[in-house]
């Protein structure tokens, strides 16, 4: 009886103490002071939706949240160091257009049907057209959702050239002893890279008990790094296939390979991104990566917030294959090439993409081979083209044969809609962004 009543308290208290962090975190408002930021981001809205709602919140909602989530939530400051805006070749794209299901669209009603909040279009390294919506502007910063997964690939490449990662097949336990004795054990970098894990993790974002969701309400926990660490890494968490012969999209095994990369280099996700890519590369203004523990843990997953040309210019690292502009290459030489290289395990491979839809933590987005009635179809071949998505429609799309990155940011209705809805319109409107520019 005694052992029963002790229990209750226990939870009793844990529920309190979980009711009284979900109110704060439902008002933490974060500021350019409180944070020590150099460029103080606009506009700064007064009212912010509760974080815990993310995946239910309405259209305005995702607006107001999306461009406020570094005032949020916890986080860490990656300064940029005065760089210089990007030049400018304006070009007038308002004739390009596509067509989906017999019907013919410009990119004004692209823009309106796909909710896009913000996009630039880089070709050459010079802005050639950009928009902002919703109250957007340049010194917006916007949150990237699951694009920030293609940034922590790319520093894990970094890494790599630096000899703090020895080998993409090493073992994640080699640089996280965590793992030992879970599903993750025998599962390497190149893996978690390719999400090829094997182990069971529920991407459902429509599903509130899903694995997804229980790391949204992870992150309106007192102690979120500790919360999720035992999401993640539970014991009883098991594996559906042999590591490498299957492919299943995984939040859970992306915060790992933050995680992972986090203790490999001593640095916390948004440091090792400023001195290594940030600052070098010339970026214009301060960002700021949710974080699960200040100065200590960032969100492997997602959790990048910056401004949407810092995003066009991440996109022109990439495209330069990680080469700064004193000629110094910090990524390994075929790194790009092979993020590109679409993995061919079960499911990566389908009848949308024969050849493959994932890579290191990009994503093949061209038009898919069973989409009929659409064009353009051609324009950024599968085999250049690589796109950093994230749900509600952000994209950081880099082709390196045409010199072109375009970015955007959206609030789609859908978290992850079909391949055969707004990414392909995304593909779409995309191609003829390129065929234009190739003119």
């Known amino acids: ?223 979120t790094y500790t919360c999720v660490n035992n999401l993640v890494k539970n014991p009883q968490r098991k594996a559906y296939a042999k590591p490498g012969t299957a492919w299943s999209y995984s939040s859970g095994g992306a915060w790992l390979l933050g995680d992972t990369l986090e203790k490999a280099t001593g640095e916390n996700i948004a440091k090792y991104l400023q001195d290594k890519i940030w600052q070098p590369f010339g970026m214009s203004r301060d960002g700021v990566w949710h974080s699960y523990a200040v100065g200590k843990h960032d969100v492997g997953a997602h959790g990048f917030n910056a401004t949407l040309e810092d995003w066009g210019k991440f996109g022109l690292f990439v495209m330069n294959n990680g080469k700064l502009p004193n000629g110094q290459q910090i990524l390994p030489a075929n790194w790009v090439k092979d993020a590109r290289s679409w993995n061919q395990a079960k499911n990566s491979v389908s009848k949308l993409h024969p050849e493959g839809t994932y890579g290191y933590e990009w994503w093949n987005n061209s038009v898919p081979a069973n989409a009929a009635d659409v064009a353009p179809k051609t324009g950024l071949n599968s085999k250049d083209t690589m796109w950093a998505l994230g749900i509600y429609g952000q994209i950081i799309m880099v082709n390196q044969a045409q010199k072109l990155v375009i970015v955007q940011w959206s609030t789609w209705p859908k978290a992850e809609p079909s391949m055969l809805e707004q990414p392909l319109e995304a593909s779409l409107m995309f191609n003829a962004i390129a065929n234009k520019l190739a003119s």
């Open 1 to 223: 009886m005694h052992s029963s009543l002790k229990t209750i308290k226990i939870a009793l208290l844990t529920l309190c103490l979980s009711a009284a962090f979900n109110t704060q975190a439902s008002t933490i408002q974060n500021n350019c002071k409180t944070l020590h930021l150099n460029n103080c981001p606009t506009p700064v809205d007064k009212k912010l939706p509760n974080v815990k709602n993310m995946l239910t919140w309405n259209q305005q909602q995702r607006a107001i949240g999306f461009r406020n989530d570094y005032r949020s939530y916890a986080g860490d400051v990656f300064h940029a160091a005065g760089g210089k805006p990007l030049p400018r070749a304006t070009q007038n794209l308002n004739q390009v257009s596509y067509q989906l299901h017999g019907q013919s669209y410009l990119l004004k009603d692209y823009l309106k049907r796909n909710n896009v909040t913000g996009m630039m279009v880089i070709k050459d390294g010079k802005v050639v057209w950009d928009y902002y919506a919703n109250g957007n502007n340049p010194t917006t910063l916007w949150t990237s959702r699951s694009v920030g997964k293609s940034i922590v690939s790319t520093l894990v490449g970094v890494a790599l050239k630096e000899g703090k990662i020895k080998s993409l097949d090493d073992k994640v336990v080699k640089y996280n002893p965590d793992v030992r004795g879970t599903a993750w054990e025998n599962v390497t970098i190149r893996q978690l890279l390719q999400h090829t894990s094997g182990v069971n993790w529920n991407e459902d974002y429509t599903n509130p008990q899903s694995d997804f969701a229980q790391l949204t309400q992870c992150e309106a926990h007192p102690n």
